[in-house]
């Protein structure tokens, strides 16, 4: 998909003025909150663990009843997770291709067909007739993109933006909205904003607008619908 940062630029930011940076506290409180994003974001995707569930996995505590592939997605999480703090902290974070790769790699390892590497062929998204687009054209999909999120001003609106251009564009296999929420994750912790966790009570909606979305070409519905949604989410962490 093509990402038009004028467009997007116009629409109106002023209910986020709320929201001071402070990455200090936004980034403990991420850390404090990974639990919950892992849980969320696997949830998210269908798998069955509950909560009590991954805190005890991520324990390290053998946890019966379910497949391993659950296990797996759940650990492959923590492990993306642990990646993208580490970034964070080491202030290695970039919006490009190889931190990109890197996180992928953590996300879909022994998950997806290949991981860390965008894909070789064409996939389906379920729920839809959009097609991405061909593996051939996803490098300069990626470049092309990605110089047009640089130039959105808002960073809020910078991180929701690559969240919905990572999650169409479907850059891999499998594990392509974790992925995709790892990096908008990163944008905003980096920029000194709270995350951003869609949580698994809101699953229906959401899938609903993200349908909506792979459907037509106007971006500006989706990412109004996730601002309003941040600011729910985070507005009790203004001081």
């Known amino acids: ?11 109106d930011t002023t209910n986020l003025n709320i929201f001071v940076p402070n990455k200090n506290l936004s980034f403990s409180l991420a850390k404090k909150d990974k639990i919950d994003f892992i849980y969320n974001t696997s949830a998210l995707e269908g798998n069955a663990m509950t909560f009590p569930e991954v805190q005890t996995l991520l324990e390290g505590i053998t946890v019966g009843g379910h497949k391993l592939s659950d296990e797996q997605q759940i650990l492959n999480q923590n492990r993306s997770v642990n990646l993208l703090f580490e970034l964070i902290e080491k202030s290695e974070f970039r919006i490009d291709k190889f931190t990109l790769l890197r996180l992928h790699g953590k996300v879909a390892e022994e998950e997806a067909i290949t991981w860390g590497e965008f894909r070789t062929s064409g996939v389906n998204i379920g729920g839809t007739d959009y ?3 061909k593996a051939d054209e996803l490098s300069g999909i990626f470049e092309d993109g990605v110089k047009e999120i640089n130039k959105i001003v808002h960073p809020i609106i910078r991180a929701i933006t690559y969240f919905l251009f990572g999650a169409k564009s479907q850059f891999f296999f499998d594990g392509n909205k ?3 929420r790892l990096m908008m994750n990163g944008i905003l912790l980096e920029s000194g904003y709270p995350i951003l966790n869609i949580k698994a009570k809101d699953k229906l909606e959401f899938n609903k607008v993200m349908i909506e979305f792979y459907d037509n070409d106007d971006i500006k519905k989706a990412i109004e619908y996730l601002v309003n949604y941040y600011i729910k989410q985070n507005t009790h962490l203004v001081a």
């Open 1 to 11: 998909m093509k990402i038009n940062s004028e467009y997007i630029n116009n629409i």
């Open 131 to 133: 097609l991405p687009p």
């Open 178 to 180: 974790r992925t995709s």
